[in-house]
């Protein structure tokens, strides 16, 4: 637990953020269907209502709750997209991983058809697949996203494994005689583990972009329940037009902030691993001027020694106080 | 130019692995599109249905696989994607000739006038590291984030339906005017096309500052640029003849990859304002089972990107001399 705590306190600010947000729709996707206060498809004669307190985000044209289409959507769109985060994260380290450490031809061809893959714009390609499918749905969706999905990734993953398997440690199991899958999983991929994690984020966040986009141009079964479908209907059913704008706010809203909080969540990540990325705020403003990291002055140091209590929490978001903990054999 | 020449060659594979995909997937999913298109359009003639399996495979064998597959080749080098199922008997490549230019005009300026906002943007917030502009990022990003067609309809909402400054939707309005060189024609057509322009640059912009801004973090720490601070040339020269012009490299690159992007964030602004381009063509085409028009499209668009992308490459070699003699990817 302490050192979950310590990587918690270790993680910048943005990241905490996103991992607060996100929490808080993963949260909503399991416990909201139990909570929903209506069944999302009931129609009543209530319709196109402003939100009140009966219906706290208003009703469709159909009389149907808004807050409970919102709530079964969250469920529906986040299901989908870890199930494709998961399928492409497992392809694209399959793939990453066997280019790289196999080489030679493998390498090329497996290299070239990640290209090829990267190259092919794939939003009219998804849209292609799914229209010669007489029926589309929430599984045709994750295959047709899961298809596409993987070059990103695999393509960073090759380049990490190229650039880890000429370690020294690689060579040094491989000289004592471990077997090639033991030298992969346990020696190269726990060093790969925040591109994976990160890749993961990233491939969520095309799933759920990518999905509700398919949905929203009814490229789904439109009669389920997803934040894109709530937006097909808001769409064909003309809210924008009668401007019920309480019908397509809450769905967008939230599918932006589950976008915002992954994209805080995997910048966040990234200044982690690259610690130049980071803003120093705690040393920008000294002696009333403002101090830029590209300025040469090596008394920033003195200078920061005195500092209030606010100061220093602030200071304790800083990339500096992080490289001072580790040099004093901190616990990064 | 070895470089190039591998290019160019990496693009001719693309663009084969497109067509061959556009020839086997209808062919490889579950159900005959064929037939499906026989009942949706009953009154098709014998020979229009046998040009039909031709282009997507059908449930009378018209040949082996190989025949039907050289034959696809065979049409698509002379351009003959068959006719359209919905316009019957226009040639699909006639419909798709009238949607083009929209598409093209619109989303090229908008694509262009993202990656200079958002470059410039990027190189201000990465130079003034920790600033105010810097600090606005995660705005930006939630705006890059939100789905495009959210914000779009937001806008819509604002602009057009509560305040009527701009028009709703549509590429021009056929009661005012029609199509042609006039002056009522563009300004009309122009008037169609901010919207839709600013909802594109404003939620592409985020992308293009965020990579620029943490290439120039890592450039303005480098030595070449803190010596040319040393000799006290001025911020201007510093930023932009030391330090960005480095910066810009990777962004152009970037650039390449993200045209694929571009074109899927097309898609959705036309199908949101029912722009008359090729994205707004395709949902159509999808929605009416026309599969003939479907498949064109694809290629079409795919044959845009990878054209695109040998442009950049071929802007990258201009700018780069380390990219001549690098290995192709």
Redesign the interface.
């Known amino acids: 637990m302490k050192s979950l705590a310590n990587i918690w306190r270790n993680l910048p600010l943005?990241a905490k953020v996103g991992v607060g947000l996100l929490g808080f729709f993963i949260l909503a996707a399991i416990i909201g269907p139990m909570v929903q206060p209506y069944d999302p498809s009931a129609q009543t004669p209530l319709t196109m209502s402003a939100p009140s307190a009966q219906h706290w985000f208003g009703t469709t044209q159909e009389g149907q709750d808004i807050l409970s289409q919102v709530l079964t959507g969250i469920r529906l769109t986040l299901e989908l997209a870890f199930a494709v985060g998961v399928i492409v994260t497992v392809v694209s380290v399959l793939v990453g991983v066997t280019s790289a450490f196999l080489g030679g031809i493998w390498d090329d061809v497996l290299s070239?058809i990640t290209?090829?893959f990267?190259?092919?714009?794939?939003?009219?390609?998804l849209?292609?697949?799914?229209?010669?499918?007489?029926q589309q749905g929430q599984t045709p969706t994750i295959i047709v996203l899961s298809l596409l999905g993987w070059p990103w990734g695999a393509r960073v993953i090759r380049a990490q494994t190229l650039a880890i398997r000429g370690r020294d440690f690689i060579d040094a199991s491989r000289e004592t005689g471990e077997k090639s899958w033991r030298i992969i999983l346990f020696e190269l991929i726990p060093n790969e583990i925040s591109l994976i994690a990160a890749s993961f984020v990233n491939t969520v966040?095309y799933a759920i972009?990518a999905s509700?986009?398919l949905a929203?141009?009814?490229?789904t079964n439109v009669n389920s329940w997803s934040l894109g479908t709530i937006?097909f209907w808001a769409?064909t059913d003309s809210a924008?037009?009668s401007?019920a704008?309480w019908w397509?706010?809450p769905a967008?809203?939230a599918?932006?902030l589950i976008?915002?909080s992954?994209?805080?969540l995997n910048?966040g990540l990234d200044e982690l691993g690259s610690p130049?990325?980071r803003?120093?705020?705690g040393t920008?403003k000294v002696a009333g001027h403002r101090i830029?990291?590209?300025?040469?002055t090596p008394v920033l140091a003195v200078l920061q020694a005195d500092r209030g209590r606010f100061g220093s929490f602030l200071y304790s978001f800083s990339r500096r106080s992080m490289l001072e903990g580790n040099a004093a054999g901190g616990d990064l | 130019m070895t470089y190039l020449l591998r290019r160019l060659a990496f693009y001719l594979v693309a663009a084969f692995v497109a067509i061959t995909l556009n020839f086997f997937i209808p062919r490889a999913v579950p159900g005959n599109p064929a037939e499906i298109i026989l009942s949706k359009y009953p009154d098709l003639t014998a020979q229009a249905y046998k040009a039909l399996e031709q282009m997507i495979g059908g449930a009378v064998g018209t040949g082996s696989l190989w025949s039907q597959y050289l034959h696809y080749w065979n049409n698509v080098f002379h351009f003959n994607f068959g006719v359209d199922l919905a316009n019957y008997p226009t040639p699909v490549s006639q419909i798709i000739d009238q949607a083009i230019p929209w598409t093209l005009i619109l989303v090229g300026t908008a694509t262009v006038i993202a990656f200079l906002v958002g470059t410039g943007l990027g190189i201000l917030a990465g130079w003034r590291h920790g600033g105010w502009l810097d600090r606005s990022l995660p705005v930006w990003m939630f705006f890059q984030a939100a789905p495009y067609f959210f914000i779009a309809l937001v806008l819509v909402d604002f602009f057009a339906i509560e305040h009527h400054w701009l028009p709703v939707g549509q590429g021009f309005n056929g009661e005012v005017t029609s199509p042609g060189w006039t002056w009522g024609f563009i300004s009309n057509a122009l008037e169609h096309s901010i919207l839709p322009a600013f909802t594109i640059v404003l939620t592409s912009v985020a992308g293009w500052m965020l990579q620029m801004r943490n290439v120039m973090i890592t450039t303005i720490s480098e030595d070449y640029v803190i010596a040319a601070q040393a000799k006290g040339l001025s911020k201007g020269r510093t930023i932009f003849t030391y330090a960005a012009r480095n910066a810009l490299l990777p962004q152009l690159q970037g650039f390449g990859l993200a045209l694929g992007f571009v074109v899927s964030g097309a898609l959705i602004m036309e199908i949101v304002f029912s722009y008359p381009g090729i994205g707004y063509l395709l949902l159509e085409a999808v929605q009416n089972k026309d599969f003939p028009l479907m498949q064109a499209i694809f290629l079409v668009i795919t044959f845009a990107v990878l054209v695109a992308n040998l442009v950049v490459d071929l802007i990258i070699v201009f700018f780069d001399p380390r990219a001549r003699t690098r290995e192709a990817a």
């Open positions: 943005k070239l290209n090829v990267l190259v092919l714009p794939p939003l009219p390609l849209i292609v697949l799914l229209g010669y499918l007489s966040l972009g509700v986009a929203f141009v009814g490229l937006l769409q924008l037009q401007a704008w397509f706010v967008g809203l599918v932006a976008g915002t992954l994209v805080l910048s130049r990325l803003a120093t705020r920008a830029w990291p590209t300025d040469p």
